[in-house]
């Protein structure tokens, strides 16, 4: 289970993460089924991320992987290749979501978008490490 307290501590560490690298980004938590559990949008944070960044959450816990790993395989030619379309189009296949694990079990996710792939993937991780 993710509650509030767990998805606020990975927000303020993914946020903390942003703000070191001077991009303001959407932050969004899921629960075990994919759910939001709760959600940030940064000061200038780009208005259209905000739906991909809970999109990238529900897509990392959907599928129990991240969105970073799924966007190698779902390329042409690969083993998922047409998953973005699954899902009344809420699959995200770029770099910032990650599943969130308790006993080695998903029990959440984190999805995060803003800025390049390089930099979601990188508050993502910060988000998910406080977990």
Same mark, same amino acid.
């Given at each position: ?8 501590r990975? $927000?303020?560490? *993914?946020? %903390?993460? !942003? +703000?070191?690298? =001077? #991009? /303001?980004?959407?932050?969004? +938590? *899921? ?6 559990? !709760? ?5 200038? *944070?780009?208005?259209?991320?905000? @739906? $991909?960044? $809970?999109? %990238? ?7 129990? &992987?991240?969105?970073? @790993?799924?966007? &190698? ?11 973005h ?10 770099? =910032?979501?990650? /599943?969130l %694990?308790r006993?080695?079990?998903? +029990? ?5 978008? =803003?800025?390049?792939?390089? #930099? ?7 988000? !998910?490490?406080?977990?």
């Amino acid at each position: 289970m993710v509650t509030l307290n767990d998805a606020r501590r990975v $927000i303020a560490a *993914a946020e %903390k993460k !942003a +703000v070191s690298i =001077g #991009q /303001p980004m959407n932050i969004a +938590v *899921a629960d075990a089924g994919g759910n939001l559990v !709760a959600h940030v949008r940064m000061d200038d *944070a780009l208005l259209g991320s905000i @739906d $991909i960044s $809970i999109k %990238k959450a529900f897509t990392a816990r959907a599928f129990d &992987t991240s969105t970073k @790993d799924l966007a &190698t395989k779902s390329q042409s030619g690969g083993q998922f290749f047409g998953i973005h379309a699954s899902n009344d189009g809420r699959v995200m296949i770029f770099a =910032g979501g990650i /599943p969130l %694990k308790r006993d080695g079990k998903v +029990v959440g996710a984190i999805g995060v978008s =803003g800025g390049s792939s390089v #930099q979601d993937q990188e508050v993502a991780e910060a988000g !998910a490490s406080a977990f």
